[in-house]
């Protein structure tokens, strides 16, 4: 989906709907262009588009090259070593912290250094389009009691126009409502919209294996934490200028986790990311997040045998035939 998206398409779509439904309001409610309803809104739509072209040109950082940590996994295309929580992006094609995806309308990985811009342009999407679904209901109220007016007195084209604004603020309010609870509900979880798929997915293949022995997550710490690292002081967060709490190479975790997030892949079980088939009970594929499977899956040495019994993995999710496989099954993969 994010792949057959055009470059610029994705940021002409929201620029052009915020300029509809905030302009078409004015053109709508033309008694109040002589007073200061006029020029407020006209602020609030010049505000909401300095925030997404905040989302949009925030780099939402880079690796640092000096970075080096105890598992140092590296990145087979940008040759540094991965921190935790890094992804290598397959539309930026390079490795990006705290990677939550890759946002196909603001033409930008979202990340750690941008992902305040991110929740602050969905919260301010929010608050001034259910301005304008507010107006475009009181618009209809108004028609459905002028109904039998005359043409000069309605004109036919205003209606047209408005009707496309409801549905558009409607369909707009509803669907960014929904993401944005889904990215308050990942914060206070400590988790991003990648982990959230890496939580579950871990989950299946831990199940398979040992039920009574699933991962912990080891970043989702306290509440107060984990806003921290995401979206930086509580009460700056909403500041449009705000960073997050981290510098996107260490985090907090969980004192007695000592482990690389993701888990290591048990030896029976190739392709923790580039199993093609497997989606979330949500359905959602990790590629749909951005992140680039195939680099993303690093290969380690493990002793001799470990990756004999990989037969049963395979048929249950049939990867395409993987290195380790051809190799003799001497190798093992762990994901980054
Ligand atoms: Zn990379
Ligand atoms: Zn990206």
Redesign the pocket.
């Known amino acids: 989906m994010i792949k057959s998206f055009p470059y610029k398409l994705g940021v002409i779509i929201p620029t052009g709907t915020i300029l509809y439904i905030g302009l078409v309001l004015v053109v709508l409610f033309p008694q109040y262009t002589q007073t200061k309803i006029l020029p407020a809104w006209l602020g609030a739509l010049a505000w909401l588009l300095l925030i997404y072209w905040l989302a949009c040109t925030t780099d939402p950082g880079y690796?640092n090259p000096e970075f080096t940590d105890e598992w140092e996994v590296k990145?087979?295309?940008?040759d540094?070593i991965?921190p935790e929580r890094?992804?290598?992006?397959k539309e930026c094609?390079?490795?990006v912290l705290r990677m939550d995806h890759h946002c196909p309308w603001t033409n930008n990985c979202v990340g750690n250094n941008n992902f305040p811009h991110f929740m602050r342009f969905l919260g301010w999407v929010i608050i001034v389009n259910g301005v304008a679904l507010a107006g475009y209901f009181v618009y209809w109220v108004r028609v459905l009691d002028d109904w039998g007016m005359p043409g000069y007195l309605m004109p036919r084209y205003k209606l047209v126009l408005g009707l496309l604004g409801l549905i558009g603020s409607l369909l707009v309010e509803i669907t960014i409502t929904l993401l944005f609870l889904r990215s308050i509900l990942n914060i206070v979880s400590g988790q991003t919209q990648i982990e959230s798929w890496e939580i579950e997915r871990a989950n299946t293949i831990a199940r398979r294996i040992d039920p009574s022995n699933l991962p912990e997550f080891p970043f989702d710490v306290t509440l107060g934490l984990n806003w921290s690292v995401a979206m930086g002081n509580f009460f700056l967060s909403w500041w449009p200028w705000a960073g997050p709490g981290t510098d996107g190479h260490d985090f907090p975790k969980l004192f007695y986790t000592s482990v690389r997030w993701p888990p290591a892949t048990p030896e029976n079980v190739h392709d923790w990311y580039t199993v093609k088939r497997w989606r979330t009970s949500e359905g959602d594929n990790i590629t749909d997040f951005g992140v680039?499977a195939e680099?993303d899956d690093v290969e380690v040495e493990v002793p001799p045998g470990a990756a004999e019994d990989a037969a049963t993995e395979q048929i249950e999710d049939k990867p395409k035939a993987s290195p380790a496989k051809k190799r003799g099954g001497r190798k093992k993969k762990v994901s980054s």
């Open positions: 690796v990145c087979k295309v940008c540094v991965k890094a992804h290598h992006c094609n390079r490795c680039d680099i």
